[in-house]
């Protein structure tokens, strides 16, 4: 499915474009305790700076998949030139050819939205080892939000439903999730200074427009609409 | 990109801080301070930025200290917002 919003970010190539940018992405990763031994599944990897830090960071093997011909080009790219390197696959996050149980950790920066969440959901916790850690940053909605708002936001991004903290926390025990944490954040969305990038030739002006339509929606809407980071695991321990 | 597209989003970032790829690779940010055909100026982020590496295309790379650091239009291969909001 075709979504000029994802297409925007990799025709442009940027790294860590997720709320908190690629600092929020390594203070939560060095978080976590990955080991060597650790498997892990960067999804909706785009142009594969996070893959590419776990990779190098924490020596782990590393399987990044996205579903957008342009960031896995780039992704694959950025896996040859990186000192260790990474799996980069073709695939849909709603239907994942992995076995269940295959990954101790998988992180999502702002992809699960971008999907039929619940559905998502369900897959990443199938293939997610039962002892293993789910990360997600994801768009948030802060209250109630209008309908108009929600058409706006679904069109804009081209999203199903946006969903608040409870809403996300309630889908995520519905697929097994039992321990939800809260991971600590700055509340509004903040600025990401954009320091990785890799720009396809000839954009067309049409993404320029978009991004100023998406500047404007975030310079109207933002105290509505932020973030939340979760740190999920299936088990009670 | 062509030139005039270039030119255009010059326009359109006029004022904002940006991020400018060149043809020969080297990267300047700062604030657009003023665009013509041909050339766009900025305030690089740290004054040390522009020295030096400034004489593109048509040899007059330094329009002026009072805009800044000049770069000719030709010579940019990417511009885009030095910083920005992303979900």
Known sequence: ?237 | MSQSNVYSQCCRYHGQRVRITCDDGRVHIGEITRVSRNMVWIRPDNNLGGYGLGFFGDGFGFGGFRFGFGIALGAITAIVLASAFFW
């Open chain 1, 1 to 237: 499915m075709s979504n000029a919003y994802l297409d925007l970010l990799a025709y442009f190539g940027i790294g860590g474009a997720h709320p908190g940018g690629f600092n929020l992405t390594q203070s939560i990763l060095e978080d976590v305790n990955i080991q060597p031994i650790h498997s892990v599944l960067d999804i909706g990897c785009g142009t594969g700076q996070t893959a590419a830090f776990l990779a190098n960071r924490f020596n782990c093997k590393v399987t990044a998949i996205d579903n957008h011909p342009v960031m896995l080009k780039k992704a694959q790219e950025r896996s040859k030139n990186s000192e260790a390197s990474f799996q980069v696959f073709e695939r849909d996050v709603q239907n994942l050819n992995f076995m269940d149980n295959s990954f101790d950790f998988i992180i999502s920066e702002s992809v699960i939205i971008f999907t039929q969440i619940s559905k998502t959901l369900n897959e990443l916790s199938r293939v997610l080892n039962s002892n293993g850690c789910l990360i997600i940053i994801e768009m948030t909605a802060e209250q109630n939000l209008s309908e108009e708002l929600q058409r706006k936001v679904c069109s804009l991004y081209g999203i199903h439903e946006i969903l608040s903290e409870e809403e996300w926390i309630l889908r995520l025990r519905e697929v097994g999730f039992s321990q939800i944490e809260i991971i600590n954040t700055p509340a509004e969305l903040p600025q990401s200074e954009i320091n990785d990038i890799n720009q396809s030739i000839n954009i067309n002006k049409d993404f320029y427009d978009l991004w100023e339509e998406h500047n404007h929606f975030i310079h109207h809407y933002r105290h509505l609409i932020g973030y939340r980071a979760f740190k999920c695991q299936l088990n009670e321990k």
